[in-house]
């Protein structure tokens, strides 16, 4: 059980800032940095892998010393286990990253990143000698005709060929056997493109 150095709040509220940083420890590497323009920061010093390493565990008074010790004491815990809690604090930066990029790649109507039709998209964008932008046009029309009405919005590794078929059987069913064939032809060409991605 940590031996904690600071009482209370009081003892934080009390803390005026200096000339320059100084700490407030409270024990089993938290602390509390007070910077000289008066914030207030928590840190947590733990060591893992034979390297020492420091975590931001909050900002007085947004996070109170109940607060940054729970938060601490899980990061101990994280450490104990063999896990850096620095990983997991980038990991779960990247989700959110992620996330709020899908959210904004939405609102203005543009296709989920990673998926079908965003790759269809960025494939078509390529310059090539095999296709002009006319055939490109025509390849997308296509494409946002009959397929990515279906696998579109689909992550484009999460596609599975019976899916695929049964895309193209609907165009197949129509009478459209030669469309069918270019499109299916033009799906492995993007498929391709996204292997080598």
């Known amino acids: 059980m940590a031996r904690h150095k600071i009482k209370a709040d009081a003892a934080i509220k009390a803390a005026k800032p200096m000339s320059t940083m ?23 010093d733990y060591s893992i892998g034979g390297k020492r390493k420091t975590l931001s565990v909050g900002v007085y008074p947004d996070t109170p010393l109940s607060a940054a010790r729970k938060k601490a004491n899980d ?17 779960a930066k990247q989700v959110q990253t992620k996330r709020l990029e899908a959210e904004r790649r939405i609102s203005e109507g543009l296709p989920a990143a990673g998926s079908f039709e965003d790759i ?6 390529v310059p090539t ?10 390849i997308i029309g296509w494409m946002e005709k009959d397929i990515f009405p279906w696998l579109g919005k689909r992550p484009i590794n ?16 129509r009478g459209a056997l030669d469309i069918a064939r270019r499109i299916l ?11 080598k991605k």
């Open 120 to 125: 269809a998209r960025e494939w078509a964008s």
């Open 185 to 195: 032809w033009n799906c492995g060409r993007i498929f391709g493109y996204a292997a």
């Open 75 to 91: 990061a101990r815990e994280l450490v104990a286990a063999g896990t850096d809690p620095s990983d997991i604090r980038k990991t």
């Open 22 to 44: 100084y700490r407030l420890n409270d024990g089993d590497g938290l602390y509390l940095l007070v910077k000289p323009d008066g914030a207030k920061w928590w840190r947590f």
């Open 129 to 138: 000698d095999r296709r002009s932008d006319k055939q490109t046009e025509k």
């Open 158 to 173: 999460e596609i599975t060929t019976p899916e695929i078929d049964a895309t193209i059987q609907r165009i197949v069913d």
